[in-house]
């Protein structure tokens, strides 16, 4: 399952460097959502959850890919986990310009050259 951590940029470099990160908010096309949401395809429905974790994250996304057996709880466009994130989990991160409404996507193993270009913490 795809979901998304909507961060600060103070987040994702202790997550960077961490390698874990137990987030408090996870954002994910849940059961409920695609329900209420039936016009949208799997795509759709991810860009969707992924502008909703952007519009409330302090600037940044992570998106992650989780086994459902890590879900405990599933509601209405968030989950809960059981465990800590792993870095490994990693699939991008997103920039969000909330004047364009828009992501800037950077790959993995872009993400820690990006981090350095912003300076250090």
Do not use: C
Not at 81 to 87: D, M, R, T
């Amino acid at each position: 399952m795809r979901a998304y951590l909507p961060l600060t940029i103070d987040e994702v470099k202790d997550f960077y460097l961490q390698k874990t990160f137990a987030p408090e908010i996870i954002y994910a096309p849940t059961i409920k959502f695609i329900t209420a949401n039936p016009e949208l395809d799997e795509e759709e429905a991810e860009y969707e959850i992924s502008m909703i974790a952007a519009r409330a994250s302090g600037g940044f996304v992570i998106a992650v890919e989780l086994a459902e057996k890590e879900v405990f709880q599933h509601n209405e466009e968030t989950i809960e986990i059981l465990n800590e994130i792993i870095w490994e989990n990693v699939e991008a991160l997103f920039e969000y310009d909330s004047v364009e409404d828009e992501l800037t996507w950077y790959a993995t193993q872009e993400i820690g050259d990006y981090l350095q270009s912003v300076g250090s913490k």
